[in-house]
């Protein structure tokens, strides 16, 4: 079995999101995606505007 993993803060969620999702699955037989939390994400940028339980529920969703 061949796994891919993908990682980022994806805030917000958009389709260049999904789509690079859609494509990477196409790499393997299962797609993995790491979800930074808020705090990564003020490190990083210095403000959060989608908090990760709303992020995590979009990326949830099947046939993302």
Not at 40 to 56: A, D, N, Q, S, T
Request: with cysteine; glycine share 10%; aromatic share 10%.
């Amino acid at each position: 079995m061949k796994i891919v993993v993908t990682s980022g803060g994806f805030d917000p969620v958009h389709v260049g999101h999904i789509r690079c999702f859609k494509e990477a699955k196409k790499h393997g037989d299962r797609l993995v995606v790491i979800l930074n939390t808020d705090e990564f994400l003020l490190r990083k940028k210095g403000f959060v505007f989608m908090p990760f339980h709303e992020r995590k529920e979009l990326l949830e969703i099947k046939g993302c």
